[in-house]
């Protein structure tokens, strides 16, 4: 708590906003904050095992917003995208164990030495028909994630949110649905028309500022909210306006924030969505 | 010359490809190398004299494909909003006296201390209804140019085609075009769509490629065409489909590359431009 005043009931701390904590120490800090859900990654969570990882979030009360993540669904070989699609089946698997309500999908980049853009998207399509009855399977929704542009070529060539309903809008909205994360989309012109779009959509909302100058690993460019150039009232009105009452998770990485304590963090952050994020 | 062809008849080096050459410099490996155009900034043309630098260009017989650059027009008051109408003229002005057919604008970031993305478009829009009267009158184009959307924060809130075109289709076509340049625009999933609705608005066509991982300076990222990720031939295709027939202006920004004798790097250039922009 901070201010005196209750944390926020919607706020969910993504695990990689504590990266050098374990996952018990996590659910400690949520515990302690009075933060009511957790986002969890699946390299952690194999670290103490997906059945102990459940019973903890599970006996601390908290809920576990999503899981991160699926996807890397580009290649073009028939092996490896059999291979890729058992991997997605293993993490819905666990994303029902840890009764997440989605699975967060980064489709992946261009593969090793293409350049057909085009035709990786497509395969993008294409596995996704193949993993939306196993997500009806598990109970667990496919959530679609944009990832800034500047990662199109290495990391997701799902770049925006209007592709990314392109892409959902053919599946039963309980099985495919978009991530709204402000790092990505917030520079994007139609945001505000597409999150109206996307309306029951929207699996996850996440929130991060974008910080400038960008640091040398882009990757660790995703501030702590305020810190950088997003404007994300508006943002979350928007989201909030189309019915989405799921959690506002906080996802950081960023070596500064990671070298703090794990305490300072939390209080930090439940003070920036309080004031910056979610204002009343 | 290379490979004993002739040198592509509608290809222009950007003086910023040669970054430690000089102007006169620059012209001479033109003429070397038979390239027939060539793209200038204010910066170093100043450093000659705009007057020295038009004789220069138009003695070796070289078009002037653009100048770069106009814009940082996102000022949030009145005196710096007036400070940079004044700035453009001026850049018009040059412009014309280069005989060059279009300034480059990039539109600048978000003013600073401001997260009002919105208001920051908005000032762009206003901005250009000043300048497009002292187009006309120089009778050089102003050229929107959409910047990869990881400069949105600090150096262009114009960060697609889309958005270009709608500032753009307001003002007669021959004040007012859009910047198709590969490395800003390769990722978007709309932009063949956009690319054929541009038709006429296209001022300018430029050419570069994404290299991953991205510098730690991410204005450095602009590589030698087959140094990337980038399709060329498809886009190209699509620019010419809509009736372009001005140059194709390579501008590369990377240290690699500023690093190599400019002889070497124009012959590539051709090289590239032949094999990977326009092969026949």
Redesign the interface.
Known sequence: MTDGNTTPADLSLNQKTLNNSSLPEVVDECLTAGVPAVGLWREPVHEVGVREAARLVKSAGLRVSSLCRGGFLTADTPERRREAIAENRRALEEAAELEAPCLVLVVGG?PEGS???AAA?RGVAEALAELAPLAEHYGVRLALEPL???Y???RAVL??L??ALELAEPFPVEQVGVVVDTFHV?????LFEQIERAGSRIASYQVCD?L???P?D?LLGRGMMGD????FAPIDTAVRRTGYSGDVEVEIFNEDVWSRPAREVVETTVDRYRRLVHPR
Chains 1, 2 share one sequence.
Not at 228 to 231: A, K, L, N, P, S
Request: charged share 25%; with cysteine.
């Open positions: 261009l350049k057909d853009l998207r800034h542009p500047m199109c070529a290495d770049s925006t209007d592709q917030w520079w994007d012109p139609r974008w400038t100058p960008l040398a882009v950088g150039h997003i404007d």
